[in-house]
């Protein structure tokens, strides 16, 4: 996803990868940094999802009816962040915070970029929590 990621963000703005200018590099670095871990095989470091302790998780109806949510899963753009919708969608602010109540109340640890993304067990989680450590590492392939 990170290679793909980097892929799509430099064919939206025109840009080839392998004529990147350093400007151009920082940009899609920083927004890929931003929602995507790098793939690491230090056992300190696991990307989260790795660890088999992060999910990517929406809402839907009784009639199996996606709720909207303002972003699908995984857009690259503020969009995401949890709070964008705050002051000019009400609606699709509270269905995120509705998520998020239910997920947090369970447990779960949201990423602070991502409206989707909840961990349970990993690094971030033991952050978020107060834990002194986590109890998954990286699932061995």
Excluded: K
Aim: aromatic share 12%; proline share 8%.
């Amino acid at each position: 996803m990170v290679d793909y990621t980097w892929q799509r963000l430099a064919e939206q703005r025109g840009w080839h990868l392998l004529s990147l200018s350093p400007e151009q590099w920082q940009e899609l670095e920083r927004l890929v940094s931003t929602f995507w871990a790098n793939p690491s095989s230090d056992p300190q470091t696991p990307p989260p999802h790795s660890t088999g302790s992060a999910i990517d998780v929406t809402l839907i109806t009784r009639q199996g009816i996606a709720v909207d949510m303002g972003s699908p899963i995984d857009e690259v753009s503020e969009c995401s962040h949890p709070d964008y919708f705050q002051q000019t969608n009400p609606t699709v602010h509270r269905h995120r915070q509705i998520l998020y109540e239910a997920m947090t109340a369970a447990g779960w640890a949201r990423h602070p970029q991502e409206w989707w993304h909840f961990s349970y067990g990993d690094q971030r989680w033991a952050w978020v929590t107060g834990c002194t450590h986590a109890r998954y590492g990286r699932v061995p392939e």
